[in-house]
């Protein structure tokens, strides 16, 4: 069974668009991330939700709105694409907002604008 | 703010030798907690060891183990008898476990380990 999962894996579109990356998780934990990992492979936290609530939002783009229906899930919704916002992103979970827990990471969505 | 420095961008072992890959981190933090991520070309990030600071006994799991310097902020991973399954690109991470920080992980850039047969 999967533990994170994201769809799409890949997604290549145009510049200006506007696409959505979703993540779900069936592990029951309360807090959800997304992270970026550039073309240098350099990874950064963008947004973090517990039980639904933005606890995270690191100086990110306001192209980029996280929406999170129910704890189980986190999707990333990127108005108006551009050619730098091209890289991985990956989805994490962990059980609690607190300090001691590890997250796990689905499999990452490889976005390509054109 | 926390920083993690990873300064080998590539490293090479051998089939069956030991490795240290190099991690140091920067915080004026006394309580936190280091890992090891590993992310091989499929892209899946795996974690692969953590550590706690307040833990002075260096983490251990089975060929993968770190040696912890608190004061010097060193963190290394060693891995030993590596197998060619063990090549990937590897993140030191570290999260903070002050009262009231969020859970994000700060990384560094990665060590792209290759092993040669």
């Known amino acids: 069974d999967t533990a994170v999962s994201q769809t799409p894996k890949y997604l290549v579109t145009q510049m200006g668009n506007d696409k959505s990356i979703k993540c779900e998780q069936n592990?029951?934990?309360?807090?959800m991330y997304w992270y970026k990992q550039d073309s240098k492979k350099f990874l950064k936290i963008m947004f973090s939700?517990?039980?639904?609530?933005?606890?995270i939002n690191e100086t990110v783009p306001n192209r980029f709105s996280p929406k999170s229906p129910d704890k189980a899930h986190l999707n990333l919704h990127i108005n108006s694409l551009e050619l730098g916002d091209s890289a991985v992103y990956f989805c994490?979970?962990?059980?609690?907002?607190?300090?001691?827990?590890?997250?796990?990471f689905g499999p990452g969505t490889r976005l390509t604008v054109l | 703010a926390q920083t993690v420095t990873q300064s080998q961008p590539e490293m090479s072992v051998q089939e069956a030798e030991t490795v240290t890959l190099s991690c140091t981190y920067d915080?004026?933090?006394?309580?936190?907690?280091l890992f090891w991520y590993k992310q091989p070309p499929s892209r899946q990030m795996i974690l692969v060891i953590r550590?706690?600071?307040?833990?002075?006994q260096n983490a251990t799991e089975n060929r993968f183990s770190v040696n912890f310097q608190k004061a010097a902020k060193s963190f290394s991973l060693k891995i030993s008898d590596s197998q060619l399954g063990d090549a990937a690109m590897y993140f030191c991470?570290?999260?903070?476990?002050?009262?009231?920080?969020?859970?994000?992980?700060?990384f560094g850039t990665g060590t792209l380990l290759a092993v040669q047969p």
């Open positions: 991470a570290y999260r903070s476990a002050h009262r009231g920080a969020t859970n994000k992980l700060i």
């Open positions: 994490a979970s962990t059980p609690m907002a607190t300090l001691t827990d590890t997250q796990y």
């Open positions: 550590q706690e600071a307040y833990k002075q």
């Open positions: 915080t004026s933090e006394s309580d936190y907690y």
């Open positions: 939700y517990n039980n639904k609530e933005l606890i």
């Open positions: 592990l029951g934990h309360d807090t």
